[in-house]
């Protein structure tokens, strides 16, 4: 971090590293903001070669979502420890912040993004892509209704407990919740457990389901059927909704021969899991074409279970 360019680069630790409470599961989380592109890219660069999860921004673009009352702000006024800021322009911004008083919009779709994981893939990788997507849709769905109530807790540990404190889920639930993290770090890692089960799944997301008031029940979902809901999403659904979408589709369908861009794709997608900080953009500039590919395939053979 000792090479950061101009004088309006403000770096700071936020999350585990910077409350000092992480594990071995734990990110080593980083914002970095910086108007110039190619700086903020060299140091995000730099930050991920030495094992860093770097978070960019341009001033322009973080200081909209400070007036837009973002969490993620709060989060950052919480735990952020500033190690760079010359001009002290992120710490003022941060002391400054108050966050909104309702989330209801929010937590309506971070409820609706939680329907997804139900939908488990019938294969090995589909089983911890389930158990990934409902990480972090429990997560997002913890933070919103905590800070409904004014709580503002950010890491799943604490997360799980405030929602026990308000009754939305049991103390006894939270043993098997917390191993959320251990599953999201093994389908990044590409760590399969082969004894894992559909059963041992579904018991997870209907527990969730069950104490949320979602209303649905996990199902085997052939691929057939997870390529269709990749095809033609729920209306309303946002770009990361739609990309968990088509990255199960990528993950379900078995390649043959003939299907070389397929396995392109799926190995774009692979590191781009391994690399949240890399997620967005990949999916954002693939998504056409892996939908293409994808269309090409359902329409000139029957989809194989990978």
């Known amino acids: 971090m000792n090479t950061v360019g101009s004088t309006n680069t403000a770096i700071a630790l936020f999350g585990s590293v910077a409350r000092r409470d992480g594990d071995r599961l734990s990110d080593k989380d ?6 110039d592109a190619s700086t903020a890219k060299s140091l ?18 973080f200081e909209a979502a400070v007036r837009s009352k973002r969490l993620f702000i709060q989060h950052l006024r919480q735990d952020a420890k500033i190690v760079r800021d010359v001009d002290g322009r992120l710490k003022e911004t941060l002391k400054d912040f108050r966050p909104r008083f309702e989330y209801l919009d929010d937590l309506r779709s971070a409820e609706e993004f939680l329907i997804l994981p139900s939908a488990i893939p019938n294969c090995m990788r589909g089983l911890y892509w389930s158990l990934d997507v409902l990480a972090v849709g429990l997560r997002n769905f913890g933070i919103l209704r905590l800070a409904h109530e004014g709580i503002y807790r950010f890491n799943l540990c604490s ?10 889920i049991k103390s006894t639930d939270v043993g098997e919740l917390i191993r959320l993290r251990d599953y999201k770090r093994m389908y990044r890692a590409r760590r399969f457990h082969a004894k894992f089960t559909f059963r041992d799944v579904a018991n997870v997301v209907n527990l969730v389901s069950d104490r949320i008031g979602i209303g649905t029940r996990a199902k085997k979902t052939s691929a057939e059927d997870i390529v269709h809901s990749a095809l033609f999403p ?16 990528l993950f379900a369908v078995k390649p043959n021969r003939n299907d070389p861009e397929l396995c392109s794709f799926r190995s774009e997608i692979e590191h781009a899991v391994e690399s949240p900080a890399d997620y967005g953009w990949t999916i954002k500039v693939n ?3 892996i939908s293409d590919q994808l269309w090409d395939i359902a329409g000139s053979r029957p989809l194989e279970n990978w």
């Open 159 to 168: 997360i799980l407990n405030g929602l026990v404190s308000i009754g939305t």
């Open 287 to 289: 998504a056409a074409r």
């Open 234 to 249: 729920t209306k309303g659904s946002d770009w990361y909704e739609q990309a968990r979408r088509l990255e199960a589709a």
């Open 30 to 35: 980083v914002l970095v903001i910086n108007d």
């Open 44 to 61: 995000a660069h730099n930050l991920r070669c030495n094992g860093w999860s770097p978070v960019s921004y341009s001033w322009r673009r």
